[in-house]
């Protein structure tokens, strides 16, 4: 995003924690899933969100479009951050879905976070995401937009078949169901940031030849909050092909302490 968009998204992102704080308990649960829907329709309506995103519009001709296309369709609630979302500065009309996107994302995770199951959806996203990963067949048919939605969701509930918390379902359904502009694994590995984001933690993504006993992760753990003077969530994936060691991911950095990698840079040394 450009800084006008980043902007925007920043400004609602607050907007939206403000209006969570004073909803009832029913306008909270169905907002994730309001917002969910509504950036669905723009993803796939490129006039609707290039009239909503055109910032040379009246506020309250905008508004009034928001409230024609989605009221009594989602939420009070999700009309008014969508009221505040649509008369904001975005830079381009996509900008505008993603915005919408992310903040049902925000308000799911809000929601996870109220009812104490935070950690539990952070875990379970990141090994759905290990799943996407090792079975890339089943990633591409979770998001081939040319065959229809009900299918992949049926497909989506007979691999989760029920063993997920509620938040975590809803999350991935979104993302099934949303038009595609980037690989579902990297969108469901941003729901790990964003979920471990909410609980003011970084992740670190790990992979190990193999099993970390609870000793070491927690030990790892803390030399992790030392290097980065934060908390951090650390979520292990194991290739054996590693053959001893770790390599870590933190964002963009990288730290590849494997055998694998020792070996092959002596490699590169004796054939100098």
Not at 59 to 75: A, C, N, P, W
Not at 132 to 154: I, N, Y
Not at 177 to 187: D, F, K, N, T, V
Request: glycine share 8%; proline share 4%.
């Amino acid at each position: 995003m450009q800084p006008a968009s980043r902007a925007a998204l920043a400004a609602a992102r607050e907007r939206l924690e403000s209006r969570i704080g004073g909803a009832g308990v029913a306008d909270r649960d169905r907002l994730g899933d309001d917002l969910g829907a509504v950036a669905a329709v723009l993803g796939e309506q490129p006039v609707i969100r290039r009239h909503l995103a055109d910032s040379s519009a009246p506020e309250q001709i905008r508004r009034k479009m928001t409230e024609s296309l989605f009221g009594g369709k989602v939420s009070r609630i999700a009309l008014r951050i969508l009221g505040d979302v649509v008369v904001s500065r975005w830079s381009r009309p996509l900008d505008l879905v993603d915005g919408v996107e992310e903040l049902a994302w925000q308000a799911l995770l809000a929601l996870a976070e109220r009812d104490r199951s935070l950690d539990d959806v952070e875990d379970e996203l990141f090994r759905f995401g290990r799943i996407l990963v090792a079975q890339p067949r089943l990633a591409t048919l979770l998001g081939d937009e040319s065959a229809p939605a009900a299918g992949r969701l049926e497909l989506l509930d007979t691999v989760l078949a029920g063993r997920t918390a509620a938040v975590t379902r809803r999350l991935l359904e979104q993302a099934v169901r949303a038009p595609r502009r980037r690989p579902l694994e990297e969108i469901v590995e941003e729901f790990v940031d964003r979920a471990a984001a909410r609980r003011e933690r970084s992740v670190a993504y790990v992979t190990a030849a193999g099993p970390l006993s609870e000793q070491q992760e927690q030990r790892l753990v803390e030399i992790l909050n030392r290097i980065y003077r934060r908390p951090i969530s650390v979520k292990v994936d194991l290739d054996p092909a590693l053959l001893g060691g770790l390599v870590i991911r933190v964002g963009d950095e990288v730290i590849d302490g494997s055998v694998a990698a020792r070996l092959d840079q002596a490699r590169q040394g004796i054939s100098r």
